[in-house]
Each structure stands twice: as C-alpha cells, then as structure tokens.
C-alpha cells in the first residue's frame, strides 16, 4: 500500500495537545491493522532536546539509540505500545545542518542552494526514510508551535509542497483552541476561524478540525466552524478536557475519527474495519482497570524542577508521572503524586516530617547540585523510616552518597558532579567522559541509550522482571565508583544489576527494606499504560502494603 501522511499543526496557543491527539489517532489507526510511524517536528534550531532546561521545555524523551528528544515521543510510545528512533524526531537544527553539510560536500552539484525548495524538500525526504524505515502505511507528522508563526512555516511548506504532488494520500489536521470566556459563558469559534486562515495564508487547507476546549463542542458551534473554515461537519472532532489522557482515542472514536481519517486518506474502510466496541480490547480492559482503581496510592517526588513562580511544572517529569500512574493502575489503586520541593527540605528539616504521610517516596533523574542535600534528606528518611522508595538515575546515585555518608561512615562521600574534590567519591565519572567533558563535547560524555542490564538471581529487582537479564535507556554521565563497591556491598547494600560489558552498576537495592530500589537507568522510559514496567509495578505493590 502506498504511504499515506498525515500533518497534524495546532491553532491559537501551545499546549493543548497536539501530541496527545497524535499518539490517540496513531493508536485508532494500529487497532485498525494499520502500520503506523508518528513523526515529531520541532521548529527550534537546537540539533536535539538534550541542552534545553526541564523548566522551559519539559522534560527530555531518549529513544531506544540514544536520541534526546521532545516530550511528544513519549507519549506516541506509551499509545502505541511501540519503541520509536531518533529518526522520528526532527528539528529545524537538524535540518539545516544537514542540508549545509551537503552543500560543503558539493551534494548539490555547485548550484544555488535556497531555503525554498532545499530545506523542505529535506523534511520531506526524512519523512519518506521514516515511511520507509518502518514500512508504514501512515506517517503522522506533530509540526510543532501554531498556525501562523514563522518558525514552522517551513515544515508547512513541506506538507503544501507533498500535497501538491499527491493530494489523494496526503491530510492536514488543526488542532485549536475554542475558549470560554469568563465573563460571556460560552464557546467562541474566531480565535478558530483565524487559525483556519492563517494555515490557509500556508497554502493549507484543513481536512479536519479537532476543537479542543474545556467543554464539548455542540451542534451550531459545529455548523459555525464547517461554514466559516470550509471543513466538512463531519471532519470537525469534538476534543473537550479528558480525567485522563487514556480515555482520548475513545472519544475520538465517538465521533467516528477512525472511519474519517480512512475516507479522506483513500485507504478501504472495509479491510480495515473499526474494532467492535469502538476501540481494541486491550485499550478498553485499560479503560476500565483505570476506572475500577479504588483506594489512594499517595506517591511524593522529591525534585527541583518544580517551582516556576507560583505554577508546578508537572511536564519536567512526565514519563515518571505516567509510569507511576500505570504501576498504580495495576494494583488496584488510584494515583496520587505530589511534589515535594528538595530545596524547601534544605531549608526547613521539620518539613521532612511530611514524608511519613505517604506510601512512597520517589527522587527523580536530574543535574546540578540545587537541591541535593534536601533529596539525601528525603532518601535517609525513607531508608530509616521503611518507607518505600525508589531512586531514578540521580536518585540511584544520591542514595549511594546517602548510605555512604550515614552506613559505612565515608564522612563527605558525594558525587563528584557537586563536589570534585570530595575525599570519597563514591559516585565519580568515567575517563573517557571526562576527557570528552574538558573537550567540551557535552552530548558526547552522555551514556545515551539502551544497555544490558544482569540481573542478581533472588533480587528485589530480578523478582520484579521476572529475568536474569533486561536492557533499559540511559541518560547520564556519572557512574557509581567501584573502588567503593565492596565496602558499600559489606555494610549490606546489594548491586543486584550491572551492566555485563563494562561492569558498572545498574542497579542497587537494600535487602531486609520494604522497598528501596535504585537505578542508574531510567525506568520509566520505556513503562506503557498496556505494560507497565516492572520496577513501578513492584514499587506500586509495596507502597499499598504500607500502613500510614
């Protein structure tokens, strides 16, 4: 079957879901039968995600080969129940470097290289190696930012430039805000109408609209949209705010999405027929177990990439907010996260009393020493307290520094990320890191991907994933020094992973504790709501035994 492709921009602001309304009609179409690449392009000039603040753009998404990518790969893995590459991540960095580096090369032959038609002409021969690549029936393309902003105006010539030459098996979608204004009480379409010119003024003119807003859209709103945007009625998607992410693809599916997507893309409705019920079995039995989740399952994250003036910033880590959302879901029980702030820890040690209320105590990957000695309060806490805990990345690392400093008496153990010129670096970087570090190749000191994981036989963690081995996504520079291993492991801390090629720490835990778990990996990339990962499910569990 020819590759059909479809381009999803948003309308009047950021931030109203384009990526969930992509990852939800990628799920729509595989339940179908349908192969299906989702494809994220991001018009800012940074190569990729890697050096950009958690506060400003949320968190950083890392494939399976190692590509630091924007937040949306995510979710598309988490709906799609798939693991993606880094060649689905496109930025306009990428982009131009890439075409400049082929006009050095003289790969355009000595002619005039444009931005018009050689920077979108390179868009779309990524989305065709994407195509190919993953022998997709439809490419979905997230461009990201809104109709009638300069940044993406090249990628939208990349799509008008597509659909010029194949109008049958190319589609675009605006995703757009239809507010509610305080003071007048209903749904307004204009800010809508303006999108719809604005990617006109592209040389685009949607096929649908999927109205995003607070409420659903209703019948003369509806009418208005298909009169004034030129969108056939049924192409215009109610999206009003869903409890939970999830339950999207339902309701698309109420609206017939699937079968219109089919229609407007050329592609037989009946071979690829709608699933009894609307969606696939395994999304609804994910439906329900979300819905028959009963009793609190308190969770704190003891972070700093939290505090944006008076805003929680839930976005710095997203994949940690689903993974224990999909670990709670699976015993039964209802998430409930709240975010604790490290430095107010620093500040304020009576505030540590808090931790006591919850089940679980989590400390999330991060960078820096801001905040840290509040998170080695946190972790003591939980070690001491028996509460369980479970310590991503730096959280792993930190809770070596914890049981370094306060069990085996390495007074001023640290890593030496805060602290160089620490007398026991327990937590230190490889030499070939920090030789790529002084020559200032920052991306290239990262371990960045995925990598092998042995597991100890009888470990909390080989309990977990039921294996003797797993493989699991990396972001991080550091590494646990192993001229401390064996002292660590005598005052009984238990390396219950390492990593079979290079012998470093994966993973370490305390036996005889209800629950606490490092890991140098993150985890959390690669749990999905169908399949949550093992390490969260195991952590869910203990946190429920616990008696507050």
Same mark, same amino acid.
């Given at each position: 079957m020819i590759t059909r492709y479809l381009f999803v921009t948003g309308g009047v602001m950021s931030g109203i879901g384009k990526?969930?309304? @992509? *990852? *939800?009609?990628?799920?729509i179409l595989k339940d179908r039968g349908l192969r299906v690449a989702p494809v994220k392009i991001d018009p800012y000039i940074n190569v990729d995600a890697g050096t950009m603040n958690p506060l400003e753009h949320g968190e950083v998404f890392v494939t399976e080969d190692g590509m630091e990518c924007d937040q949306d790969l995510g979710n598309y893995e988490r709906f799609l129940d798939e693991s993606l590459t880094g060649h689905? *991540?496109?930025?306009?960095? #990428?982009?131009? #470097?890439? @075409?400049?580096?082929?006009?050095?090369? !003289? =790969?355009? =032959?000595g002619r005039c290289v444009e931005v @018009?038609?050689?920077i979108p002409n390179e868009v779309i021969r990524r989305l065709r190696e994407v195509a190919r690549r993953r022998r997709a029936d439809v490419v979905i393309v997230e461009v990201g930012g809104t109709a009638g902003e300069y940044q993406n105006i090249l990628f939208l010539e990349a799509a008008r430039l597509m659909r010029r030459g194949n109008p049958r098996h190319i589609a675009v979608a605006l995703v757009s805000y239809l507010p509610i204004p305080h003071a007048v009480g209903e749904m307004k379409t204009k800010p809508t109408q303006q999108a719809v010119r604005a990617l006109q003024s592209a040389g685009l003119q949607p096929d649908f609209i999927i109205a995003r807003g607070a409420q659903s859209l209703d019948a003369p709103r509806k009418r208005k949209l298909a009169l004034f945007c030129n969108v056939d009625e049924a192409r215009i998607i109610s999206a009003p705010d869903a409890e939970y992410i999830y339950r999207v693809p339902e309701l698309f599916e109420r609206e017939r999405l699937g079968d219109r997507l089919l229609e407007t893309l050329h592609i037989s409705s009946r071979r690829y027929r709608r699933p009894s019920g609307g969606i696939a079995a395994p999304w609804r039995r994910l439906l329900r177990r979300i819905d028959r989740a009963h009793g609190e399952l308190r969770i704190a994250l003891i972070g700093k990439y939290f505090a944006t003036g008076s805003f929680v910033l839930s976005d710095a880590y997203l994949s940690v907010i689903e993974a224990l959302k999909h670990g709670a879901w699976a015993v039964g029980r209802r998430p409930v996260l709240v975010w604790i702030d490290a430095e107010q820890l620093e500040r304020d040690t009576r505030a540590l009393a808090v931790l006591g209320k919850f089940h679980g105590l989590l400390v999330p990957g991060g960078f820096g020493g801001r905040g840290v000695e509040g998170k080695l309060r946190a972790i003591r806490f939980a070690r001491e307290h028996r509460i369980p805990f479970l310590g991503l990345c730096y959280g792993m690392q930190l809770s070596v520094v914890e049981f370094a400093r306060n @069990?085996? =008496?390495l007074s001023g153990a640290h890593t030496t990320e805060v602290n160089p010129k620490t007398r026991h670096p327990v937590i230190d970087i490889l030499p070939e890191q920090e030789r790529l570090l002084r020559e200032r190749v920052l991306g290239g000191s990262m371990r960045l991907g995925l990598f092998r994981c042995a597991l100890r036989p009888s470990s909390v963690a080989a309990r977990a994933y039921k294996a003797r081995e797993t493989q699991e996504r990396h972001r991080h520079r550091y590494e646990l020094n192993n001229a401390y291993r064996e002292i660590l492991e005598r005052k009984g801390m238990r390396m219950s992973g390492v990593n079979p090629d290079r012998d470093l720490v994966e993973i370490a835990e305390l036996p005889g504790h209800p629950f606490f778990v490092g890991t140098q990996f993150h985890p959390e990339l690669q749990s999905r709501p169908l399949?949550?990962?093992? !390490?969260?499910v195991a952590f869910a569990k203990a946190a429920a035994r616990r008696k507050r």
């Open positions: 990526g969930i309304a @992509v *990852s *939800s009609i990628a799920r689905h *991540s496109i930025t306009t960095g #990428q982009i131009y #470097q890439t @075409v400049i580096t082929r006009e050095r090369n !003289l =790969g355009y =032959g @018009v038609p050689d @069990v085996c =008496g399949h949550p990962h093992p !390490l969260f």
